[in-house]
């Protein structure tokens, strides 16, 4: 069976009215030229698709099938076009879409890589969780993504659309004020200050906490935050560790435990293929190339 992209819009016409005059009328055809499609697609897969019950029209189990692929097929080319539109390559705006604690400290030392040519440039700088920030990327609202990444968010990524490479790695470690004290291995009820559910480092700090007795005092997703409530004599939290450097130096912060409560993450950025921008490419080699 060979695929005509016209049969995508008649089925889901069809699947929209429920009715295949109503159909024809919104694909501009007429009631015989929209029902011999729909027989042309009957024949071509060896089985019926539809239910017919008078006026009535519905998929049945075959149809439904081939409706949930002509909707997939119609929200990706939606999406490719959407992208397509918002690409200028005479656009001198270099786009990045970076997680929070990154942010701090982290990306100023990665922009030190961008060629002299591209100074002139203006960057515009999101901050958004690790999902919000892959969205952003494939929709075309941002040039770059720079995020925690592991195997999972990798192998999950098109490598047609996605191109990704890592930057370095960065510990989380657990942290309080200087004026506190704790024990992994003895204290109970351990006030803990928790990334939110669908943060991403949330599922590795529960890894390191399971075993711990705690009690979860606030949630955020943003790790500045997390800092916040941490200075304020709250209790403990997992924190990038460049987040927290500054702090440490000072004799604010202290760092809970041994090495064996941290995890390390991979810090990967990620870039869209669609885009053939030159400047974006040069932008890419310099900053994956370090």
Known sequence: MSLDIRWIEDILALHTMKSISKAAEIRFVTQSAFTRRIQQIE????????????????????????????????????????????????????????SHSLMSNYFSQVVKFLPEKLKDFHLEIITNNVGEGLKNLKEGGCHFLICYADATLLNALDDSLISHCKLG?????????????????????????????????RK??????????????????????LKELVLQGLGVAWLPKNVVNNEIKQNKLKIVGNASYYSRQEIHILKSKINANPNLQLVWESLTQH
């Open 43 to 98: 024949m071509d897969l060896g089985q019926e698709i539809l239910i017919r019950n008078g006026k009535n029209i519905e998929f049945n189990e075959v149809g439904q099938v081939l409706l949930s692929t002509a909707k997939n097929i119609k929200d990706q080319l939606d999406l490719t076009l959407g992208l397509l539109n918002k690409l200028n390559t005479q656009d001198k705006i270099i786009k990045f879409s970076v």
């Open 169 to 201: 790695e960065m510990d989380i470690i657990p942290v309080c004020t200087v004026e506190q004290t704790y024990d992994f291995e003895k204290d109970k009820h351990i006030p803990l200050l928790m990334y939110g559910a669908k943060a991403y480092l």
């Open 204 to 225: 590795y700090v529960d890894q390191i906490v399971h075993a711990l007795d705690y009690k979860i005092l606030y949630e955020t997703d943003n790790a500045l935050d």
